[in-house]
DNA sequence: TAAATTACTTGTACTTTGCAAGTAATTTTA
DNA sequence: TAAAATTACTTGCAAAGTACAAGTAATTTA
């Protein structure tokens, strides 16, 4: 994943190189949902990842530019990463992501809310989220 | 990647798990511009995948639903590749990763054109492209 | 001031990846 | 029609990445 050697000039390599393994858009998943988290906010997530996992994805997303990483204002034992413009810009493809998985994945009870909302309005929905991010 | 225990329930979480390493895009990309590939065709694009990785995805991507193969009726030594429909259902997500990266990377030449007719008209874009990979 | 929190790091075993080489079934060429 | 070439893989092995358990340093809370 820190990996420096491009693979070729294609946008779609490119982009896998920033995000494009099993774990980073979970990572950006609940900085969209949940907004800002501690890495401590990551832990809790249900797919359990490996706490050396999460610190190294959190570099590598940083490194490129997707998070930022800032001391609590209220805590000086916690951090909290926040999306950047660059991660805000990712969020129609995780709507996306979420209108295909809806098709062929039985979809949890707390996203059907979400998903209503987008079947009504997908660029609203977009829009707002996106604004809501970038308070 | 061949994995079968479902991290989650999560709609994210689900779709990495079928096409959310650093290659199953690649293959899905090179079905969807070039309509149809053999192995041959695969190992030929620029960031050149190492031949055991590709039958390993070209199998899981198989076992998910996400392609077939069937032999080719002009030359029994190739078989063709092809997306299904859950497959060609990953063509606005393949848009939306194409305009994120074309905010942050340089956009090759040969892509420029695409990227223009997207910016005319997305949703036509989207729909013509998904009718051609169903002929 | 001791115990708890928080965000990590380290060590180790296991799994996946990448590279090179090899193989079986056709198909093409001489 | 026999040898060479094509095509789609498989196999072996070293390197890299992942998962799990345990440990640590800097606060903060009791």
């Not at 998985?101 to 998903?115: H, S, T």
């Given at each position: 994943?820190?990996?420096?050697?491009?693979?070729?000039?294609?946008?779609?390599?490119?982009?896998?190189?920033?995000?494009?393994?099993?774990?980073?858009?979970?990572?950006?998943?609940?900085?969209?949902?949940?907004?800002?988290?501690?890495?401590?906010?990551?832990?809790?997530?249900?797919?359990?990842?490996?706490?050396n996992?999460l610190?190294?994805?959190?570099?590598?997303?940083?490194?490129?530019?997707?998070?930022?990483?800032?001391?609590?204002?209220?805590?000086?034992?916690?951090?909290?990463?926040?999306?950047?413009?660059?991660?805000?810009?990712?969020?129609?493809?995780?709507?996306?992501?979420?209108?295909?998985?809806?098709?062929?994945?039985?979809?949890?009870?707390?996203?059907?809310?979400?998903?209503?909302?987008?079947?009504?309005?997908?660029?609203?929905?977009?829009?707002?989220?996106?604004?809501k991010?970038?308070?």
């Open positions: 994943m820190a990996n420096t050697k491009k693979r070729s000039e294609c946008p779609i390599s490119n982009s896998l190189e920033a995000w494009g393994d099993k774990w980073s858009l979970l990572i950006i998943r609940d900085l969209m949902f949940k907004g800002v988290c501690t890495y401590g906010d990551f832990m809790k997530s249900p797919e359990k990842i490996a706490t996992i610190a190294s994805r959190l570099l590598d997303l940083e490194e490129n530019g997707i998070i930022t990483k800032e001391i609590h204002p209220e805590n000086r034992t916690k951090f909290l990463y926040k999306l950047t413009e660059k991660g805000i810009n990712l969020f129609p493809l995780i709507v996306e992501i979420n209108l295909w998985a809806e098709k062929y994945y039985p979809v949890p009870e707390e996203r059907k809310e979400m998903l209503e909302e987008i079947h009504k309005d997908k660029e609203a929905f977009i829009k707002n989220g996106m604004a991010l970038r308070e």
